[in-house]
């Protein structure tokens, strides 16, 4: 199914109900219709191809939370152009790779984030691009039979961080976002009444892929934010009154320091709070409870897969779990030999079903060696009960994730290897409240090298959330016959004033 047909049902069938609302940073507030969203969404499509973008083209976005995305992505599945959505905050090593790898027609940004972007890569600006379509027909643009997308037409390339620390980008069709959006909408009970918060980032596909076409399938009400903000989210909640919200982990944490009273008026409101993209702590599942009155509902999916499992909305949501395959799934546990194992016994999740990405863009080799037997392997090792529900239990590589940002040690370590002094680097997820893991780098160097100068190092290119939150210096790094660094025998680091 291409994706217009599944967003048809809103922007057609629902033209005349509320659709979106965002504040901007200057407090204005826009209110659509499906039918606005309609009607805007196609004058972006001519202004796209009034710049000589067609079907099959390759466009990145680089963009905080706006409507501006939600309309590019309409856009671009009405005439068949590729999104390559990236990261808000990756800087410049990051942002090259992507534009290398990707090699888009133009990356549409903001004049601060243009100054990331490398030589040679064009830049449109988002307010322009608008700006221009405004003077455009509002009527859906005619694309010919041949061009016209099919489930089969890449809707994105969605990069994910790969393990040899170069990100891959997975091809996303119409097709893989539509099995998923159906997958959940009817998993999930989610109507036209429903009342959807999205402070994900649309960077990701859970706030992409999750959020915005469950929103546009079901046609139920978004607020959308420009990210989430800690201190601002209760007044969201209260004010807008969700029935409907997708977070990370770290945001539940944030919600639990809300007041009482709030949170308890805040939890009448809401039908079904979901939390995925990495593990819920079950005392995090079991506070929040106990403050809003909502058993978070935990899921499990993956950029290439997009979602795998979930727990019940009707029926036991088991904490520590990530629930039983959804509907169109077929998840099954191997050893390494790739054997299916018993119930009970631990492996590698392997996945198949519509919603899987066709493999990796440009990348035949990674491509092969993730799928066997059409079968995609996940790197997550986990143990699946007799009753179906699924535990994870760790990860085949050497992934961190924070706050539900993926960071890969690799391209880190590269980094503080290349400052003068360092002899060698091994970067490690070490255990945090509120964000699940951050990075450690533990370093074998000369005194003479300042903990700020590596930190620097890595700044300067790099994310944020990719900073080592410590510098442990060590006289070695412990490895294996093989000359493999073995992380878990590196000292455990904790934050200081930490019990
Ligand atoms: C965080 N920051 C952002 C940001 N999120 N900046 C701009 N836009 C965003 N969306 C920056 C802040 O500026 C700050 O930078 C730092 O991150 C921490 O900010 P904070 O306010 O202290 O945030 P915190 O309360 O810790 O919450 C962080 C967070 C963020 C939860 C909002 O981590 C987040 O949005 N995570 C979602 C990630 C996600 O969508 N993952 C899905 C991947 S798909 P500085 O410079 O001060 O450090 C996937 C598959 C699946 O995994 O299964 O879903
Ligand atoms: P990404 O590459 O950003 O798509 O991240 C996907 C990875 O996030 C998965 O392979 C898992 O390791 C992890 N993940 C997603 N959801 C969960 C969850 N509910 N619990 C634990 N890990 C998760």
Known sequence: MALLA?????????????????????????????????????QVAHALRARGVGAGD?????????????????????????????????????????????EPMAVVTTPADAAHLPEGAVAWMADALLDEAAAHPDTRPVVDAAHAPTAASPMALVYTSGTTGASKGA?????????????????????????????????????????????????????????????????????????????????????????????????????????????????????????????????YGMTETLMIASNPLVGERRPGTVGVPLPMTAVSIRDDAGAPVPPGTSGELWVRGPHVCDGYWRRPDATAAAFVDGWFRTGDVGVQAPDGYLTLEGRRSDLIIAGGFNIYPREIEELLGAVPGVREAAVVGAPDALRGEVPVAYVVADATVADDALLAA??????????????????????????????????????????
């Open 6 to 42: 599944l967003f048809d049902l809103s922007l057609v069938g629902r033209a005349d109900r509320p659709a979106l609302e965002f504040e901007d940073a200057d407090g204005g507030r826009l209110a659509w219709t499906f039918g606005d969203l309609e009607r805007r969404s196609n």
């Open 58 to 102: 390759r466009v990145a976005f680089q963009l905080a939370n706006s409507p501006a995305i939600v309309l590019l992505w309409l856009a671009a599945a009405k005439l068949g152009v590729v999104l390559v959505p990236i990261n808000v905050l990756y800087k410049g090593r990051e942002v090259r790779h992507v534009v290398a790898d990707a």
């Open 171 to 299: 091809v996303l069709t119409h097709g893989t976002f539509a099995a998923n959006a159906l997958a959940l909408v009817t998993a999930w009970g989610i109507t036209e009444g429903d009342r959807y918060l999205a402070a994900l980032p649309l960077f990701h596909v859970h706030g992409l892929g999750n959020g915005l076409h469950v929103w546009l399938a079901s046609g139920c009400h978004m607020r959308l934010v420009t990210r989430f903000e800690h201190e601002r989210a209760p007044g969201w909640f209260l004010d807008y009154r969700p029935t409907l919200f997708f977070g990370v982990p770290t945001m539940y944490v944030r919600l639990l320091e809300v007041p009482a009273d709030q949170a308890r008026a805040i939890g009448d409101a809401l039908r079904l709070c979901v939390s995925g993209s990495a593990p819920l702590p079950a005392a995090v599942l079991e506070a929040f409870h106990a403050r809003y009155g909502q058993v978070i509902l935990e899921r």
């Open 458 to 499: 890595v700044r300067a290119e790099l994310a944020s959330f990719k900073v080592p939150r410590a510098v442990v210096r060590v006289d070695a790094l412990p490895r294996n016959a093989m000359g493999k660094v073995q992380r878990h025998l590196l000292p455990p680091w904790s934050p200081p004033g930490a019990p």
